[in-house]
């Protein structure tokens, strides 16, 4: 029986874990999947309790690209809308994981670029593909791409077809680690890594991923010294950083 393509939504404390679910295409992306997935990822940033979002794919696969009935009869508005599932990931203002357990192919490798840090499982192929099926990529790979793994890797993977496995995609810089396991052991080992970001005020990580996205672009320390000035002293002033250093001396006063 044919399952139904949904974008399903689950809450773990202080994590959204978003699941792109078609197992029976390979989570390949059509318009409503993508339009979901935007959905998904505005309602979390509109939840002050999520701090951090998880993006997957049911497996066997993480997303095998976009579909491609939707790919050949789109024109600009149609490719675009298709992207915007992705690019709400990539856009989005909380710390996002990609957890990665399977085939991540064309738009699908674009989805786990997207995503501020990979997490991979053991299975994870990482497969740009576009020119294989005679399509230029899209949706940004070409600047994503080289970002990571550098302009070699990337012309490795674009123009000669290169596919990363889950080791590979960590000595390329592409996954930050891989855990062994099923599907359900990557999702708990990202949830677990993404509730790190729980640890910080939620405002706090927001504007300091901001200030990443801004300091990426700059020539200079100095300049980033300038760009991080003004929030770090917001900072200063806010009632979450006087309340968690009033513990810290507390604690320390109770030590000595």
């Keep these: 029986m044919t399952g139904m393509a949904e974008i399903t939504v689950e809450r773990r404390a202080a994590v959204a874990v978003v699941t792109v679910s078609d197992p029976d295409r390979r989570n390949a992306l059509t318009l409503k ?28 696969a993480f997303c095998a690209g976009a579909d491609l009935s939707a790919l050949g009869a789109a024109a600009e508005e149609g490719l675009r809308r298709i992207y915007g599932g992705f690019l709400a990931v990539a856009n989005c203002t909380l710390p996002t994981v990609a957890a990665v357990g399977g085939a991540a192919v064309g738009a699908g490798l674009n989805l786990a670029l997207a995503a501020d840090v990979r997490i991979a499982g053991p299975r994870a192929r990482f497969d740009a593909r576009f020119l294989k099926l005679g399509i230029h990529p899209g949706g940004g790979m070409t600047w994503m791409l080289p970002r990571l793994v550098g302009p070699q890797q990337a012309a490795a993977m674009t123009l000669f077809g290169e596919i990363l496995d ?58 980033a010294v300038d760009a991080e000035i003004s929030p770090q002293l917001r900072s200063v002033d806010s009632p979450e950083f006087a309340a968690r250093l009033a513990a810290m001396q507390t604690k320390i006063s109770k030590r000595g």
């Design 33 to 60: 999947l993508s339009e979901d997935l935007a959905w998904a990822i505005a309602d979390a940033e509109r939840d002050p309790a999520v701090h951090a979002v998880v993006v997957t794919g049911a497996p066997p």
């Design 166 to 223: 889950a080791e590979a995609a960590y000595r390329a810089g592409l996954a930050h680690r891989v855990v062994d396991g099923e599907h359900d052991e990557l999702i708990s080992a990202a949830v677990e890594f993404a509730s790190g970001a729980a640890q910080a005020p939620r405002d706090l990580l927001i504007t300091t991923k901001r200030t990443m996205g801004l300091t990426a672009a700059l020539d200079s320390h100095a300049r």
